[in-house]
């Protein structure tokens, strides 16, 4: 692989996607994730050869990678296969804020776009430390961030939606949880009464503010009563460690202002 027009790459994972063609590298995608949807005009013509962490081995195979990049997969089972086909195969770390320059430059490093990967990775920590060392408002807001609906599920706080609502000047209800993801009772989010409701469901759900708003006793909760409700948001940017995270900082803090696109 001493140069870029060898490689052809398998992305496993649409973060990683996201960051290949951020770095410019984009043309080198041979294989995708159904989960991997960005940039659009980019991957129209790469073949999907299956899903999140979980890829078709016929269909990878078929599309002759010279390496396959990913982050988790659904079985690790899966992983001893790639290695007895012999396919070269690199996990990144992409899970937290914090990995998303790290990520970036080690992808630049792998698809012969150092350079490239290097300005934006710089660009972006100079960012993400800005945001960070911003004084801190003693009243932010308190905001109840739901991935499911059935059963309730939100997030703890260590995880990249909890990092994206602290930069962007909230504080999550689940920040006191060390698990990743976990449920969470009607009566536990009534007690807590967030300023903020941020319904995040990865499948399509028209509605699902409303329906939220409806459930009993919610109506004296501060984010319902105040119209502190929002769905409908960037969804893959707020719950995928990537380089639009600047993005989804913006659109939590048009949220936090009560003032959201």
């Known amino acids: 692989m001493s140069a870029s027009s060898e490689i052809r790459i398998v992305s496993l994972a649409p973060s990683i996607t996201e960051a ?6 984009g043309h080198l995608l041979v294989g995708r994730t159904s989960a991997c949807n960005y940039p659009p005009e980019e991957l129209a013509d790469v073949p999907v050869i299956g899903g999140f962490g979980v890829p078709s081995l016929e269909l990878l195979a078929k599309a002759r990678p010279t390496l396959v990049l990913e982050t988790a997969l659904a079985d690790e089972s899966i992983g001893a296969q790639l290695d007895a086909m012999g396919v070269p195969r690199k996990r990144i770390r992409c899970r937290s804020l914090n990995d998303i320059p ?4 080690e992808i630049g490093a792998l698809t012969g776009h150092a350079d490239d990967a290097e300005v934006l990775a710089s660009t972006l920590a100079q960012k993400l430390c800005e945001l960070k060392s911003a004084p801190r408002n003693s009243d932010a807001p308190k905001v109840y961030a739901e991935i499911w609906h059935d059963p309730m599920t939100t997030m703890g706080k260590k995880t990249f939606l909890s990092d994206l ?13 060390e698990k990743d993801y976990y449920q969470i009772s009607p009566e536990h989010v009534i007690s807590t009464n967030p300023d903020v409701i941020l319904c995040l469901y990865m499948g399509a759900r028209e509605g699902a503010a409303d329906a939220l708003k409806s459930r009993p006793g919610w109506q004296h909760i501060k984010a319902v009563h105040n119209a502190a409700v929002y769905d409908g948001l960037a969804n893959d940017i707020l719950l995928r460690p990537g380089p639009r995270v600047l993005e989804g900082v913006a659109q939590l803090k048009q949220c936090f202002s009560g003032k959201p696109k």
Do not use: E, Q
């Not at 609502?165 to 949880?177: E, Q, T, Y």
């Open 165 to 177: 609502i602290k930069l962007a000047g909230g504080r999550s209800i689940g920040d006191g949880v």
């Open 20 to 25: 290949v063609c951020a770095v410019g590298a």
């Open 102 to 105: 790290a990520m970036l430059r």
